[in-house]
């Protein structure tokens, strides 16, 4: 069981890596003997981070803005420099924008769909080299794609660039994972129903707003950083290998609701 899961001396990048579910991903990852580079746009919550999951295990800081050409060259040249070989890649940088019908900017759009849906296409695109220098049939390169429940159903918010991003990246997943699974490269996302976040902070910060999304779950509860990590571990492991274009619900139930 132990040799199943294992993915000790593994090499991997986790976008967004310095908060919310990508910390939780990156933190799962370096207490299990992986060497980890994370990445996002502020550089001392980066540095920061990977100082802090430097005490369990190896943490590298590379700061960038995934959602630029020039921010995506740079990082994929840095880790270049430094590896030989990627093993597991989790897109997980991601940006939200929420607005009522009628009043949804331009910008709200423009933002949303190129960090959640073209950056993690170019930045696999450009870390390609070193995910097809890893790969074996025996153990493939992992890239881990982080969607969204609210790719899956119709969220009652009006994210309408977020939805519509999330339900992009799960396709895109499964239409990577058809065109490079003869490169030994297998493709997943994770739909991810409520966690601790940024991004969720406005309703969980609140007691009421809190109770009200637990009570949407069928599980009861907010995500866990082990729930989230445990399934990464999965996928990167000798247990995961055989899986490629799967959309996972992390969400505790909450897909079981409707048609997603």
């Known amino acids: 069981m132990t040799e199943l899961f294992k993915v000790e001396g593994k090499v991997a990048v986790v976008t ?11 933190e799962g990852l370096v207490s299990n003997g992986v060497r980890v580079y994370i990445t996002a746009r502020k550089a001392d919550a980066c540095d920061a981070t990977a100082a802090e999951l430097s005490e369990i295990g190896e943490c590298i800081s590379i700061p960038g803005d995934m959602s630029t050409e020039e921010g995506v060259t740079a990082f994929a ?17 991601g940006a939200v924008w929420g607005a009522p019908i ?10 949303v769909l190129a960090i ?6 170019m930045l696999t695109q450009a870390l390609l ?3 097809k220098a890893s790969g ?7 890239v881990i794609n982080i969607g969204s429940i609210d790719g899956r159903r119709v969220p009652d918010t009006p994210n309408y660039s977020y939805s519509a991003s999330k339900a992009g990246i799960h396709m895109l997943t499964r239409h990577m994972a058809h065109h490079l699974v003869h490169e030994d490269i297998t493709f997943n ?11 969720m902070a406005y309703a969980l ?7 009200a999304i637990e009570g949407v779950v069928p599980r009861g509860r907010i995500g866990s950083p082990e729930d989230v990590a445990g399934t990464v571990l999965y996928l990167s492991s000798r247990a995961g290998a055989y899986l490629t274009g799967a959309i996972i619900p992390v969400d505790g139930g909450i897909s079981t609701h409707g048609s997603g």
Do not use: C, H, W, Y
């Open 136 to 142: 074996s049939a025996e153990d493939p390169a992992r």
């Open 16 to 26: 967004g890596g310095s908060r919310g579910i990508g910390r939780m991903i990156a």
């Open 116 to 121: 959640n849906v073209k950056a993690p296409f």
């Open 189 to 199: 996302a994770i739909a991810p129903g409520p966690f601790e976040s940024k991004m």
């Open 102 to 111: 009628g009043e949804f900017p331009d910008e709200g759009f423009d933002k």
């Open 77 to 93: 040249a840095a880790v270049s420099e430094r590896e030989d070989q990627l093993d597991i890649l989790v897109n997980n940088a």
């Open 205 to 211: 910060d609140n007691p009421e707003t809190r109770k």
């Open 129 to 131: 080299p070193l995910l």
